[in-house]
């Protein structure tokens, strides 16, 4: 017997999400969050989204030895803007702070092998690192994979093992190393919990608001 129905199919079906800008952040957020993927800890090659086009693109290669411990990605419907920095500079005692210009940037443990990113996930933050790079905030927000079997349970960075952490320190205080680039311009001046890391997060989210939504 012949199956006549037809699959209806959406005009919307045809294109891919933007994973920026057409990816939610999630309806738990900030407690539980949706994450897009550019990195995992095999790459040699610093992938990064292209903000344009929504694909994966290749940055720079790594030139030196260092991989990213963990899964590194994007926090979609986020903006380091005017509110981020302005946190910043609170927090810090810093001043003459400004937003990167881009979405939060997301780190997420698990203890499993992802062969791959451009990939999307959900995680629960549990902290975050205060970098400030030159004069911009970038906030690095660590995460665990929803589900982990490892990871999981763990709702604070305080919980984290400590020596993750500091691999995690050293890794974005070295990855723009280069022979050129004699002098690094990236600090991290504080390691911070859950609490503090949703609020982080919630005002990335106005700041994104205030970007891409109210000016339209």
């Not at 590194?72 to 400004?98: D, H, W």
């Not at 937003?99 to 959900?122: A, F, H």
């Not at 050129?180 to 991290?188: A, C, G």
Request: overall charge negative; aromatic content about 8%.
């Amino acid at each position: 017997m012949t199956d006549e129905r037809k699959l209806e199919v959406s005009d919307d079906m045809y294109y891919r999400v933007h994973p920026w800008h057409g990816l939610s952040l999630g309806e738990r957020a900030p407690e539980v969050v949706n994450c897009y993927i550019e990195i995992v800890p095999t790459d040699t090659v610093k992938y990064e989204l292209d903000k344009d086009t929504g694909l994966l693109k290749i940055d720079r290669p790594q030139k030196y030895s260092s991989l990213c411990p963990t899964l590194y990605g994007l926090l979609p419907q986020t903006y380091a803007g005017q509110e981020v920095a302005k946190y910043c500079m609170q927090k810090s005692g810093r001043s003459g702070i400004v937003g990167d210009g881009d979405p939060l940037d997301v780190c997420v443990l698990t203890e499993k092998v992802i062969l791959r990113g451009d990939l999307m996930l959900s995680a629960y933050p549990i902290g975050g690192l205060r970098m400030i790079d030159g004069n911009e905030a970038d906030d690095k927000i660590i995460a665990v994979l929803e589900g982990d079997c490892i990871y999981g349970g763990i709702r604070d960075i305080a919980a984290c093992p400590e020596g993750l952490v500091e691999r995690l320190r050293h890794y974005f205080l070295t990855y723009k190393d280069s022979p050129e680039r004699t002098r690094s311009q990236t600090e991290i001046v504080d390691v911070y919990g859950a609490q503090e890391a949703y609020e982080v997060i919630n005002l990335a989210r106005l700041d994104y608001l205030a970007k891409f939504i109210a000016s339209n």
